[in-house]
């Protein structure tokens, strides 16, 4: 419904109003993430316009005439300054009172020895990395730190490795990325020709449709790069883009990358390949945790007295570390770090494109599949032949209950720990973290409801030594959807303490090798693998309802007991145990309170996990 669109990822949907009053145009920030300057200076509130002004909605600018809003000359980069930065591992300087000035369209190379600071810095200037009170990092003469979302929507990050899905086509990943990242006034076609253009322009076209895993090492790196060229950034860091590839790849890419700092993209990149140097515009020399030098390539050998590359760095080597000092403390007008809260898109779009784009994948993956697809048919098949009992279905109920639990943790337990590093690019990009976690929970929950669907019919309708004289143990009597709602909402629990895992575990097999820890307890502390079953239930209903006595308990059965309400078995297990026995009102209520609350206290812990440790993820990314 506006008068003016901006197509531009950096725009909000309701960006900024314009309008005349008095003979002036009077403009107004609508609550948009990436703001509104008024000759580089936020303007908050109503402000007037004057002749001369620039005035910019995130990064498209406008020169003020009159009543006339002029389009400013094409993009530039972002003069970057440094002043003073220092950067902290714990207690250790990693990088101290880094010092930079670097002009726009620039292209720069960051050299030195492994371990000297060069990936601090680098991330540094993303201003997602902390620094010590009194270093400032200016963007255009704005502090990032007092205007975070405005700055960091002129960025882009590419780091080392691949960020990017390799079961999907290059064109796929960039159509979800810019999905995810454009507000939702764009439409399908505009977005299609903004992703051929890129594909085009990185010499990518032949391969567009290729998956990613297919692609060569320069290739893959081209498409790394274009899912930040998609934000058109006016300030491109790069960690080491040309690692592993061959001298002919990685010439090609430097060329293309000086290439785009002539099209107005500040460019900076960490590297340790040589052969390339020349093209820099100036080169950034760290070592011992410091910058110790910097200018033109073609003086670089004469600033530190060497006469070879070889030379240079045994010099650089011998920098000594920086000096241990104590943290100053934060001054007042020092505003903390902050993170984007969110893209032009709404956690709506959001989540139906994550989603979407989760599903392509596991539609991609016949092996995965395949597993998602047999484990509750085979699962549903053994408890059935093994488990069966005419005179007892407690048995079956148990193995059945702690099967849901297992397709819970099994399906999400890897997720988000082989996930990280392309929600990190994602959430530097605007991504939300709910619309991930929503997102996530949302396609598992949908993949579960079918799973426990499968294993539930092959127990009641595809069991043919199911009892048939004994009328109270008879399958038949418990409703299919009864016993669907308590099996999800329990294989539910499991898949959200599956994501708890995930979000803290460090690596995939730290979060497979925690599986079994977590499944034994959820099969042995069960009312019917400690024989406690029929004895007492430490829910709502009276214990006298069952004959129970609890003065001859003893501590070490009601240790047993108390465990065995921490898990998920326990309540969604309960309600098919003896029910021709118990009483059906009170016992079930009290079933399914301990059932629900179990759901969302697995919940509330997730949540609280992933917000936390992604802030750590982000300062080490």
């Not at 895993?213 to 998609?230: D, F, M, P, Y």
């Not at 609350?597 to 919940?603: D, G, P, Q, R």
Request: proline share 6%; hydrophobic share 45%.
């Amino acid at each position: 419904g506006a008068d003016v669109r901006l197509p531009h990822p950096a725009v909000s949907r309701s960006h900024a109003e314009l309008r005349v009053e008095a003979g002036r145009i009077r403009v107004r920030d609508l609550g948009s993430r990436t703001g509104l300057t008024v000759n580089g200076a936020t303007a908050s509130g109503d402000h007037t316009l004057h002749d001369g002004d620039r005035v910019a909605f995130g990064p498209i600018a406008y020169d003020v005439s009159g009543l006339t809003l002029r389009r400013a000359d094409a993009q530039t980069g972002v003069h970057l300054v440094a002043e003073g930065l220092t950067f902290r591992r714990g207690e250790r300087i990693v990088l101290a009172d880094a010092k930079l000035n670097l002009p726009p369209n620039t292209f720069v190379g960051v050299i030195g020895p492994s371990g000297a600071g060069k990936s601090t810095l680098l991330k540094g200037l993303t201003g997602d990395l902390p620094a010590d009170p009194g270093g400032r990092l200016l963007y255009d003469r704005i502090d990032v730190a007092q205007q975070p979302d405005a700055c960091r929507a002129a960025v882009g990050f590419v780091p080392q490795d691949d960020v990017v899905y390799t079961d999907l086509t290059a064109r796929e990943n960039l159509e979800y990325t810019l999905r995810l990242r454009v507000a939702s006034d764009l439409r399908p076609a505009e977005r299609a020709a903004i992703v051929d253009g890129l594909l085009q322009r990185l010499g990518l076209g032949a391969e567009a449709d290729c998956p990613v895993s297919g692609l060569s090492g320069g290739q893959r790196k081209r498409v790394n790069v274009a899912t930040e060229l998609l934000a058109r950034p006016r300030l491109l860091l790069l960690d080491e883009p040309t690692a592993g590839l061959d001298p002919a790849v990685e010439a090609d890419l430097m060329a293309f990358l000086r290439d785009l700092s002539r099209r107005g993209t500040t460019v900076v990149c960490t590297t340790h390949v040589l052969s390339s140097m020349d093209l820099f515009d100036i080169v950034v020399v760290v070592a011992g945790g410091r910058v110790v030098g910097g200018g033109s390539p073609a003086r670089l050998l004469a600033h530190f007295g060497v006469k070879t590359y070889a030379e240079l760095y045994a010099k650089l080597n011998a920098y000594p570390a920086p000096t241990p000092r104590p943290r100053p403390a934060p001054t007042s007008a020092q505003a903390p770090a902050s993170f984007s809260a969110g893209s032009g898109v709404g956690l709506f779009g959001q989540v139906a494109t994550l989603i979407e784009r989760g599903a392509k994948r596991m539609a991609r993956d016949r092996t995965f599949l395949a597993l998602l697809a047999g484990q509750p048919l085979l699962i549903g098949f053994l408890i059935v032949l093994s488990q069966c009992n005419p005179k007892d279905l407690n048995p079956l109920f148990t193995f059945a209950i702690v099967a849901a639990v297992w397709l819970g943790l099994n399906n999400s337990a890897r997720e988000l720990v082989r996930d990280r590093s392309v929600y990190i690019r994602e959430r530097r990009a605007g991504l939300g973290p709910g619309s991930y976690i929503l997102a996530k929970v949302g396609l598992f929950a949908a993949i579960g409801f079918l799973q426990v669907a499968v294993l539930i019919f092959i127990l009641k309708y595809v069991n043919f030594l199911a009892p048939k004289e004994q009328p109270a143990q008879n399958l038949a009597l418990l409703s299919f959807g009864r016993i669907l709602v308590v099996f999800w909402i329990t294989h539910c629990s499991a898949m959200l303490l599956g994501f708890l895992v995930s979000t803290l575990a460090s690596t995939e097999e730290v979060a497979v090798a925690s599986l079994p820890l977590i499944i034994l307890p959820q099969l042995l502390l069960t009312g019917s693998a400690t024989a406690l079953v029929n004895t007492s239930y430490l829910h709502f209903a009276p214990l006298d309802s069952f004959g129970v006595d609890t003065e001859k308990r003893t501590t070490a059965e009601w240790i047993v007991e108390v465990l065995s309400l921490l898990t998920y078995t326990r309540p969604g297990l309960v309600p098919f145990l003896d029910y021709d026995r118990r009483p059906p009102l009170t016992a079930g209520l009290a079933d399914w309170v301990h059932m629900l609350f179990l759901l969302f206290a697995t919940a509330a812990a997730f949540a609280a996990a992933f917000l936390t440790r992604e802030r750590r993820w982000l300062e080490r990314a």
